[in-house]
């Protein structure tokens, strides 16, 4: 079954801690994933994806095949990195579908 | 500038009317889909489109409907709202270059009240 699992629903961190928000997925070819981010009032947008292998805002992440996760980490975490994020995983059989999981939403306290 | 627009923002309806979110984009992509969103939630794809006069349906059951006539409109219409269908509708769309991410409309708050 094809499936994105984001284990946390919620996590805080002080100011200047590490972050990391956990990504698994189920998929039996080769996936592309996605990380996603919503801050307040704001629409969806995209935060990085995994074939870019690039630095956005801080925020990386690493595909591994191995154990099938995608985890979004970022050394210092900051205030304006409160939001919510989504990891996303795109289909590529044939298809074009996106399996969005269940978002963690990050509060960074001052 | 390209981007997705989204219309109404924020409606409030009664139950039984008829009501037709409408998306557009002018960021040239042939794909385009649906989803309903809770606040805070995970997303659900309700429907989606390839291309022109190609319509599917989601993971999630809608008693909504969707036309895709043209390429960069793509209309969800609920014939008769009813409560349960107060949520967030948010389009999206993605292209077959580049990296392939979806790119997010800013939404509809839907209420029936």
């Known amino acids: 079954a094809q499936r994105v699992t984001q284990p946390e629903k919620l996590l805080s961190v002080f100011k200047g801690a590490p972050v990391e928000l956990k990504c698994n997925y189920s998929?039996?070819?080769?996936?592309?994933l996605f990380w996603y981010v919503q801050y307040s009032r704001q629409r969806l947008q995209l935060l990085l994806r995994h074939i870019s292998r690039e630095s956005i805002k801080g925020f990386t992440a690493d595909l591994n095949k191995g154990e099938t996760s995608f985890h979004l980490k970022k050394p210092f975490a900051q205030e304006e990195d409160s939001a919510m994020y989504y990891c996303?995983?795109?289909?590529?059989?044939?298809?074009?579908?996106?399996?969005f999981g269940t978002g963690t939403r990050l509060k960074v306290l001052a | 500038e390209a981007d997705i627009y989204q219309t109404p923002r924020y409606l409030v309806i009664g139950t039984g009317k008829k009501i037709t979110l409408e998306c557009s984009q002018t960021m040239g992509h042939d794909k385009m889909y649906w989803y309903q969103q809770d606040p805070g939630m995970e997303l659900h794809l309700i429907h989606y489109s390839y291309g022109v006069n190609s319509t599917e349906k989601g993971d999630l059951s809608s008693e909504s409907t969707v036309s895709r006539i043209r390429t960069e409109h793509f209309p969800l219409t609920l014939e008769s709202a009813r409560p349960s269908h107060t949520s967030q509708y948010l389009c999206a769309s993605s292209g077959t270059t580049g990296g392939y991410e979806q790119y997010f409309g800013p939404g509809t708050r839907l209420t029936v009240t």
């Open positions: 998929y039996s070819g080769s996936p592309e």
């Open positions: 996303a995983l795109k289909t590529t059989s044939g298809t074009y579908k996106y399996i």
